[in-house]
């Protein structure tokens, strides 16, 4: 095994995890309302999507590039009713206490395949794929080894930051009284709200 692709891979998938967008904003707030157990399951969600696109890059599925870049307005919308879907249900859920479990509302299930899907909405990561893996690999992104072993260095990377931060969220859980989470889910909500509009003011404009 390439243990330099692999953690070349694994740096990718980490830095594309890290940054704070919506996906993060739900990890945090299921987290806190239903335990690290749900938090971490929507994080694996979107490792398993960014490990798609980029098994796509990594193995040159240029075809499918070019099929899912026609599908990227429609894909779009979709991900921007999705997302004002999941912030208004959020503006309005109750509280959950600070020992909340999965059985509160959302399963383990549930929680991996929302943000899956979400993730999925955001064809153009592909792009990047591409573009990133052809500059750490070279000619070695032609053999299936190496994409197999970049694709799971991806996933693992992703994986590690949303294991992270389920664990590190959950170390304060506890300590958050049915008022604070309250003030957590408006939030939370306002804010999945406004990358809505953000992204319907991206596609239509």
């Known amino acids: 095994?390439?243990?330099?692709?692999?953690?070349k891979a694994a740096l990718i998938g980490l830095s594309i995890a890290a940054p704070v967008g919506p996906v993060g904003l739900l990890c945090i707030q299921r987290t806190i309302a239903y335990g690290p157990?749900?938090?971490?399951?929507?994080?694996?969600?979107?490792?398993?999507?960014?490990?798609?696109?980029?098994?796509i890059g990594a193995f040159g599925l240029t075809a499918v590039t070019r099929y899912f870049v026609t599908l990227a307005t429609p894909l779009a919308i979709f991900g921007t009713v999705f997302l004002g879907w999941m912030g208004l249900k959020l503006l309005l859920a109750k509280p959950a206490s600070g020992t909340g479990s999965a059985t509160s509302g959302v399963s383990v299930g549930k929680a991996f395949i929302s943000v899956f899907a979400l993730t999925l909405t955001n064809p153009m990561t592909t792009l990047s794929?591409?573009?990133?893996?052809?500059a750490i690999s070279g000619s070695a992104a032609?053999?299936?080894?190496?994409?197999?072993?970049?694709?799971?260095?991806?996933?693992?990377?992703?994986?590690?930051?949303?294991?992270?931060?389920?664990?590190?969220?959950?170390?304060?859980?506890?300590?958050?009284?049915?008022?604070?989470?309250?003030?957590?889910?408006?939030?939370?909500?306002?804010?999945?709200?406004?990358?809505?509009?953000?992204?319907?003011?991206?596609?239509?404009?």
């Open 129 to 134: 794929f591409i573009a990133v893996f052809a």
């Open 142 to 205: 032609t053999a299936p080894s190496a994409a197999g072993i970049m694709v799971l260095g991806v996933f693992a990377g992703s994986a590690c930051w949303w294991l992270l931060l389920a664990c590190g969220v959950a170390m304060i859980r506890n300590r958050m009284g049915p008022r604070l989470m309250s003030a957590i889910n408006r939030i939370g909500g306002c804010i999945l709200l406004l990358f809505a509009g953000w992204q319907l003011v991206r596609v239509v404009g």
């Open 1 to 7: 095994m390439n243990v330099v692709l692999f953690l």
């Open 37 to 55: 157990r749900i938090g971490f399951a929507s994080g694996l969600g979107a490792a398993l999507a960014d490990a798609t696109y980029g098994a």
